[in-house]
């Protein structure tokens, strides 16, 4: 998943960056409304973590007793020009106000802080799944992704991946049988510091075809469409 953190507390923001990069998602990061809106403008995210008392611009951020604003103003916005990207609000806990504001302006879901970084990626996952119509587990021939350990199955044996490759067959089992875009594979693979070109895509799903040969799943290219993880007759992968 590529995920949008907005935290204007650096230490908080650094250690959910690591939590959510160790597991294996692209993760970018907003301190201020203006940067958070800016980048949820730009690109799109799978999901965005959502701090709710923020300054409104780096420069009053950096100058300290900065005026703050509302993150809500930014999921408003975002739900206006009909962004539907899930949203997991944080709040103050037992801030009752709060978390019935941020559902009223969007949010799917809201977690009161101090929280455990685990039950962050699980709401993640959870609001996700609900967006993409997607189940914990997903088979395609003897390929199974459970996303619950976030772990490959094929053949009935672990499957051990780069964790480039990883991410690229995670995104194309989520779920399987869609057509998925070089460039939205790009994107959810990438972050604002870290760009993954169409040469290093190229080269992940040949390696992946390589893996997956005889196994009931291949990746398909569609000219001009992308590419689409499917079952397919014979257990051959196209070249």
């Not at 935290?7 to 409304?33: K, W, Y």
Request: charged share 25%; glycine share 10%.
């Amino acid at each position: 998943m590529r995920i949008l953190i907005v935290e204007d507390d650096p230490v908080l923001r650094a250690v959910m960056q690591r939590s959510l990069s160790d597991a294996g998602h692209r993760v970018d990061l907003a301190a201020t409304l203006a940067e958070a809106d800016h980048f949820w403008c730009v690109q799109p995210f799978d999901a965005v973590l959502l701090d709710l008392n923020l300054p409104q611009d780096a420069q009053e951020a950096q100058a300290g007793g900065a005026t703050q604003g509302s993150g809500l103003t930014v999921l408003r916005a975002a739900r206006a020009r009909g962004d539907r990207t899930p949203v997991l609000v944080l709040t103050a806990r037992g801030r009752t106000s709060e978390r019935i504001a941020g559902l009223d302006a969007g949010a799917d879901d809201y977690l009161g802080k101090p929280f455990d970084l685990a039950e962050v990626e699980a709401r993640l996952r959870a609001l996700v799944r609900r967006s993409q119509g997607t189940q914990d587990r997903s088979q395609a021939g003897e390929l199974v992704l459970d996303r619950h350990v976030r772990r490959f199955m094929l053949q009935g044996a672990p499957l051990e991946l780069p964790a480039r490759e990883f991410e690229v067959l995670w995104e194309l089992m989520t779920p399987p049988g869609r057509v998925v875009s070089k460039r939205s594979l790009s994107q959810k693979l990438s972050s604002f510091d870290d760009s993954l070109g169409d040469n290093a895509l190229e080269a992940f799903i040949s390696r992946l075809r390589k893996k997956l040969a005889g196994s009931g799943a291949g990746i398909r290219t569609l000219r001009g469409l992308g590419y689409m993880l499917e079952a397919q007759a014979g257990g051959g992968a196209e070249p």
